[in-house]
């Protein structure tokens, strides 16, 4: 028997995106020229996405047509400065019209600076290994700042913590170098971009700013709780420490990780999920108790810096399962509420079915896109949860915990 209980008051409920997920074209990118380089290995690429650059105005009435009241996108770096320097007045002005048009559905835009894509010119002169990095991302910060005036809440950097694997990974497969794990150095290159970015970003009217973190729910096999702390360390813990001074940290949650025994040369790392799981689309274990482990583990961490879900969702075909383990999430943060978390707000991701990164099937969106005509359909999962917005109520079923 589901119950519901009271959001804090003006919490926020919305949904999310990312430029190059959604947009189109986004052909100044790196990412864009590994999708199409030979010999990828990435399966499929982006294309024209979703067609929101064109398309954004729809998107966006659809979101607030269903009661939902904020929107969270991306800037894309690689647009607004195709080449080192040069800036697009015109691209600016884009993404300015999409604060515009969030303005006059009533919806608040929340803007990440930063999502995963880089320009091609960044991965050309070194990236995060280049002693620039620092001073770009925060010209790039000041360039953004010109249109943000009157945003209330940005995110710099979405996921650092996936970034630094990312990084290394390229690295590994370009170079033939083996990396043992996370990079210490290009961990603190990125957060030394996001502390600088926070100061530019203090100094522009109201705005709060902070970045999101992939928050894992590190578990550990009984006896191997220091093992699961030295895997967490560079993978997600050292990023929360950075947002100690921040105005808010984005909790992104949708799984959990179990560390234990393994037959490498380190001899531990993450396991199998439990026999007879349920796997969603992207193979992931369904743990909708996953967000409630991430809010507690957040604030124990940050010492209490008040958190955003910014990301939260299940890629299915099947949108009743979607909105099953929406509930199952929610009912978690609604109980870690109860506990004192300080949890500001709400973004489902993602708005629509979008690019997931080399494939179009796992499917996360509260709408369905048809990406030969781009029609969008609204899914009963959006007009589920803009219910919940409208009445700013919190599904509080109780939880029924999986073993490790």
Known sequence: M???IAAPEGFIWGAATAGHQIEGGNVNTGHWENEYAPGTQIPEPSGDA?????????????????????YRFSLEWSRIEPEEGVVSRAQLAHYR???DTCRDHGVQPIVTLHHFTFPRWWDHSGGWYSEQSTDRFRRFTEIAATILDDVDLVVTINEPNMMVNQTEARIDTENGVNFPGPSPFVAQAIADAHHASTEVLRGVGGIRSGWTVANQVFQAVPGWEKQRDEWQYWREDFFLEQSRNDDFIGVQSYLRTIIGPTDDELGYGPQEWPEGT?????GWEYYPEALGHALRHTREVTGGVPMIVTENGMATSDDARRIDYTTGALAGMAEAIADGCDVRGYLHWSLLDNYE??????????IAVDHETFARTPKPSLGWLGGL?????IPATPRVELAV
């Open 97 to 99: 019209r999409m604060i």
């Open 50 to 70: 979703c067609d929101s650059y064109h398309r954004y105005p729809e998107d966006i009435a659809l979101l607030a047509d269903a009661g939902l009241t904020a």
């Open 389 to 393: 917005a409208q009445r700013n109520e």
């Open 2 to 4: 589901s119950s519901v």
């Open 357 to 366: 990164w080399g494939s179009f099937r796992p499917t996360f969106g509260l």
């Open 278 to 282: 349920e796997r969603t689309l992207t």
